[in-house]
């Protein structure tokens, strides 16, 4: 009976443990990001028509959704193993940014927002993208 109690005590603290150093308790809002002059001068070459909407939706769900979530709010299965809270698209702060700043931000990345430049190769296929981010303004 001792033997079993030490075992359920041990398995516990691991348990308790591997939660602890796992999952940050305390998500930090990102700090501001540097720019650089080339992307805040940066437009939107494709139209946000159906057709990229759609093909951006589908990126979307494979590269940005386990962190960023289904409708963009920050809140993806990955997002609460992160140190920084994602960006909620949704927001009108977002939604304001111009669209050389959010493909800086999108694809260039820094610290835990990787570099997508080589996963998504595709310039019109990044724009697009960009145009699904679009519609969780709306």
Not at 61 to 66: D, E, L, M, R
Not at 118 to 124: C, N, Q, T
Request: charged share 30%.
């Amino acid at each position: 009976m001792k033997r079993i109690l030490a075992l359920l005590m041990v398995f516990s603290m691991a348990i308790i443990f591997l939660m602890a150093f796992t999952f940050p308790q305390d998500q930090k809002e990102g700090k501001p990001w540097d720019i650089p002059e080339k992307y805040k001068k940066m437009e939107n070459p494709h139209k946000g028509d159906k057709r990229s909407v759609r093909i951006g939706k589908m990126l979307y769900s494979k590269h940005c959704k386990s962190c960023h979530g289904n409708k963009g709010a920050g809140d993806g299965p990955r997002a609460k193993q992160l140190e920084t809270q994602p960006n909620d698209f949704g927001t009108k702060e977002f939604q304001e940014q111009k669209a050389g700043v959010l493909y800086y931000k999108s694809f260039i990345g820094r610290g835990e927002m990787p570099n997508f430049e080589k996963e998504i190769p595709v310039e019109e296929d990044r724009w697009a993208i960009i145009n699904y981010m679009r519609t969780f303004g709306k």
